[in-house]
């Protein structure tokens, strides 16, 4: 593959999209005829060389069923395209994904995609990348550069976090009396934050304070559990013990912690979701049966299933079009009486 001439191609059409997002529009939901579609057509599909497209995909772990979910689809979606995956785990941590990228750098693989675990930090090895003419595609979260420029990457497939914490949040303010808050001067809220320094978790903290300014929901206390259930279970034990009777509502920044605070909350011989109502971002099944069970009210969605979208801006990319600067997957919120109709249909 004639990777300089293709890297120039493809940057130069770039400069000329202004901060496309395509909210839906171009997100392919893994299963429906679009995504069928495309798998049919990049089925075995070769570069210019005549070999088959070699992506290198650095993901941040498997910390939630989320992330789970993510790296099946991105496995399933390469494969069934016919491209070959190097896949590498980083253990959450970004120093094993910088290594992983250097190493596909050095196996001279024809694309890279990242899903970094923190915002800042990688204007060396994203340099580097550059400089190999390799194409990079962000995966899920963002990057920040020190320059605040976006020109070392070609693109970002994924989810815009700040929607998903504001429409929560937006929730939450018109379902007041729902959640039983009518006629309370000061609504407490409690905040599981995501993985500090990540973008997800900067972006639906931000939501809900722009949100909830002026408002009588007033964030406590915020503390992070690191995206996972075990950390969201030891952080809602400890405000248990210290705030044990002020609790209104704790935010989760994703359903694995708010899983957590749930063992938590039955632990100290609560009634999660009733003595303390409980709203959190992703989706998880395990997410809809704690909603069904009236231990969980409100979810938003930030969906995983994101490897057809990646397979189709490679695919674009090998064939010379044009590809958005960023696409996001089309996203809902389910409050908890949904939960039960919309269960059977949740692929993860």
């Known amino acids: 593959m004639k990777m300089l001439s293709k890297f120039t191609a493809v940057a130069l059409a770039l400069t000329m999209l202004l901060s496309l997002a395509a909210c839906g529009g171009n997100a392919k939901p893994s299963g429906g005829n679009e995504a069928e579609a495309t798998k049919a057509e990049v089925k075995d599909q070769k570069n210019g060389s005549g070999k088959k497209v070699v992506v290198g995909f650095s993901q941040i772990g498997a910390e939630s069923e989320w992330r789970t979910a993510n790296t099946k689809s991105i496995k399933d979606a390469c494969e069934e395209a016919g491209f070959e995956l190097k896949f590498s785990d980083a253990l959450q941590k970004q120093e094993n994904q910088i290594k992983a990228i250097?190493?596909?750098?050095?196996?001279?693989?024809?694309?890279?995609?990242?899903?970094?675990?923190?915002?800042?930090?990688?204007?060396?090895?994203?340099?580097?990348?550059?400089?190999?003419?390799?194409?990079?595609?962000?995966?899920?979260?963002?990057?920040?550069?020190?320059?605040?420029?976006?020109?070392?990457?070609?693109?970002?497939?994924?989810?815009?976090?700040?929607?998903?914490?504001?429409?929560?949040?937006?929730?939450?303010?018109?379902?007041?009396?729902?959640?039983?808050?009518?006629?309370?001067?000061?609504?407490?809220?409690?905040?599981?934050?995501?993985?500090?320094?990540?973008?997800?978790?900067?972006?639906?903290?931000?939501?809900?304070?722009?949100?909830?300014?002026?408002?009588?929901?007033?964030?406590?206390?915020?503390?992070?559990?690191?995206?996972?259930?075990?950390?969201g279970q030891e952080v809602m034990e400890s405000w248990l013990k210290s705030d044990k009777g002020k609790i209104d509502l704790i935010y989760a920044h994703n359903d694995d912690m708010a899983l957590g605070a749930i063992s938590a909350i039955e632990a100290a011989g609560l009634n999660p979701g009733v003595d303390i109502k409980i709203v959190s971002i992703d989706g998880v099944k395990g997410a809809f049966e704690a909603m069904i069970a009236g231990k969980l009210n409100c979810v938003a969605e930030c969906s995983p299933l994101t490897g057809p979208v990646l397979v189709q801006t490679i695919s674009d990319l090998e064939a010379g079009k044009e590809v958005p600067k960023l696409t996001y997957a089309k996203e809902e919120v389910f409050p908890a009486e949904k939960a039960a109709e919309i269960l059977p249909s949740r692929q993860y």
């Not at 675990?117 to 962000?138: C, N």
């Not at 929730?171 to 009518?182: A, D, H, I, T, Y």
């Open 102 to 231: 250097r190493s596909f750098i050095a196996q001279k693989v024809d694309y890279i995609a990242l899903a970094p675990v923190v915002e800042t930090g990688w204007d060396t090895v994203l340099k580097e990348v550059a400089d190999a003419k390799i194409p990079l595609i962000l995966v899920d979260r963002s990057v920040k550069t020190a320059d605040g420029k976006d020109d070392l990457w070609i693109t970002r497939v994924g989810e815009n976090f700040y929607e998903e914490g504001k429409n929560l949040a937006e929730w939450v303010k018109n379902n007041e009396e729902k959640l039983g808050f009518k006629g309370k001067d000061t609504v407490n809220v409690y905040q599981l934050e995501g993985t500090v320094g990540s973008g997800a978790a900067i972006d639906r903290g931000q939501a809900w304070v722009d949100t909830m300014e002026g408002t009588k929901f007033k964030t406590i206390k915020s503390q992070t559990g690191d995206f996972t259930r075990a950390k």
